[in-house]
């Protein structure tokens, strides 16, 4: 098993509070927060704030996960409902987000990004920082697969053609263009050229909004543009 997949799949686990004290939100970070299963989104980008305390998922002791890490920014984004397992050699593991289950016997597991990087740390190291994004997506434990981003411009004319580039983060972080890729949204479809860019237009004015997705690559989070 690779180097990777145990970093993305251990950590420690995650006790949330119903009702947390004012101090404990206080010591927090906000943060987004994402999942993406293998066929379909289970959670768009959500804005959360976690809280001090320890997260207790998969028989984690107390105190060796905390709450203000990445377990705690999923248990509060998915308010729950993910599981996970916990060993002494390798912390907390993810195994369920949202009735998804991914395992280290099956072929795919439960990878995390951060701002579309692979996170340097499992899910109980991980450490926050104030606007984070976070990435949980199901990857083949074989070969790599790397975040799609959307860029697109904030506004637009209706029925005037503007222009999106579809991108992948690749191992070092760095930002490349994808060809191939089929952006989808408001009744809108097309595939990037060699340059990463795909022309659309919306014949109504409102907000639209374009996501990218290609095998062999994590799919995009939405990108929002106003049509005036």
């Known amino acids: 098993m690779s180097v990777m997949r145990r970093i993305a799949l251990t950590g420690a686990s995650l006790a949330l509070v119903a009702a947390a004290p004012a101090a404990a939100v206080a010591a927090g970070t906000t943060v987004s927060v994402r999942v993406e299963g293998l066929n379909r989104t289970l ?3 959500k804005v959360v704030h976690t809280h001090a305390g320890s997260i207790r998922t998969g028989g984690t002791p107390a105190g060796v ?12 984004a998915t308010a729950h409902r993910w599981s996970g397992t916990y060993s002494t050699s390798y912390g907390l593991s993810v195994t369920q987000i949202f009735g998804e ?11 995390i990004y951060v701002d579309n990087k692979f996170a340097p740390a499992g899910i109980c190291g991980l450490k926050l920082h104030a606007g984070e994004q976070l990435l949980f997506a199901a990857v083949p434990d074989k070969g790599t697969e ?31 263009p994808l060809a191939g890729a089929r952006v989808t949204g408001s009744g809108a479809a097309g595939v990037t050229s060699a ?3 795909v022309s ?14 290609k095998t062999g690559f994590i799919r995009s989070a939405a990108a929002v543009v106003s049509i005036g």
Do not use: E
């Not at 289950?101 to 990878?111: E, G, I, V």
């Not at 659309?200 to 374009?210: C, E, L, P």
């Open 195 to 197: 340059a990463g860019t």
């Open 43 to 45: 959670l768009p980008t």
């Open 200 to 213: 659309v237009r919306s014949a109504h004015t409102g907000t639209v909004t374009y996501t990218a997705a």
């Open 101 to 111: 289950t991914h395992t280290f016997s099956s072929k795919d597991y439960w990878s």
């Open 65 to 76: 996960c905390p709450a203000t890490n990445a377990a705690g920014a999923l248990d509060v």
């Open 146 to 176: 790397y975040p799609l981003v959307v860029n697109a411009p904030k506004h637009a004319t209706a029925g005037q053609t503007f222009t999106l580039k579809v991108s992948y983060v690749n191992a070092k972080g760095k930002t490349r």
